[in-house]
């Protein structure tokens, strides 16, 4: 099994907000090697979001300017949804329209390559479950990197389908048959049901999120915080101000409709 390392760099200047984000598919740039004791930035995600495909273009500028490695986690969106007992946003019309809307104007902002997808809502197991697979950190990256790309740079592919799922590893330089079937059997399937699982107990209801140091960022709104909090070194709530939040009770709640 060997690992792919890009060598190509396409990045653009980045007018958004925030150091370190810039534009470009994540697999445009080189992979480096992290040495650092600080623990890697734990990335959340879902090949089914757009978000999650633009942070996951972004996450490592960000993670490699503070000497970060990033672990990126699939876990699966709609299990976060029926835990927390929320909705996707393409599950509600008026989400949806403006999800496109919102997505393209920040793919453009960053300078990353976009487009409409084969199908949305589509089910992401085959490939969250290839993607789970233990693999060698440059070959992990490359992969959820070729996936991410198939689905939402405008190449439209159906990574719902196992025969795309297989070529787009093979594209990286990987044994499709020996990833597939690691990823379909039992143990494999347990994996994702358990990444899943463990993000939901450590708070994360939606993807992209990111884990850094005990602090939780979510979306892809959230990097130039994350950028601002790795400089820092310091919590975002002092203990005073977080027990003044959590003492904070509701005096009126909404009726179900």
């Not at 197991?125 to 790309?149: G, W």
């Amino acid at each position: 099994m060997s690992a792919l390392r890009i060598v190509q760099d396409r990045a653009v200047a980045s007018p958004l907000e925030g150091p370190g984000l810039r534009g470009g598919s994540a697999a445009a740039a080189k992979v480096p090697t992290v040495t650092s004791p600080s623990p890697p930035l734990r990335f959340f995600f879902d090949v089914i979001s757009p978000y999650a495909y633009l942070g996951w273009t972004q996450i490592h500028r960000v993670a490699e300017r503070h000497g970060r490695a990033v672990d990126p986690i699939p876990v699966l969106f709609a299990g976060l949804l029926g835990h927390h007992g929320t909705k996707g946003p393409a599950e509600v019309p008026a989400k949806q329209r403006y999800l496109v809307v919102d997505t393209v104007r920040k793919a453009r902002a960053l300078g990353v390559p976009f487009g409409a997808p084969f199908a949305h809502p589509f089910s992401p197991l085959v490939a969250l479950r290839v993607l789970s697979v233990p693999l060698a950190p440059d070959a992990r990256r490359a992969l959820v990197t070729r996936i991410f790309d198939a689905t939402w740079s405008g190449e439209a592919r159906s990574v719902e389908a196992r025969a795309t799922v297989a070529d787009l590893v093979t594209e990286v330089g990987l044994d499709a048959a020996g990833v597939l079937d690691a990823a379909e059997s039992a143990e494999g399937k347990a994996r994702l049901r358990a990444q899943t699982d463990a993000a939901i107990a450590e708070g994360v209801f939606g993807v992209p999120s990111v884990l850094a140091d005990g602090e939780l960022f979510w979306g892809v709104d959230a990097l130039p915080e994350l950028d601002r909090f790795l400089a820092t070194g310091s919590p975002t709530l002092s203990p005073p101000e977080r027990s003044a939040w959590v003492a904070v009770r509701p005096t009126a709640t909404r009726r179900p409709l």
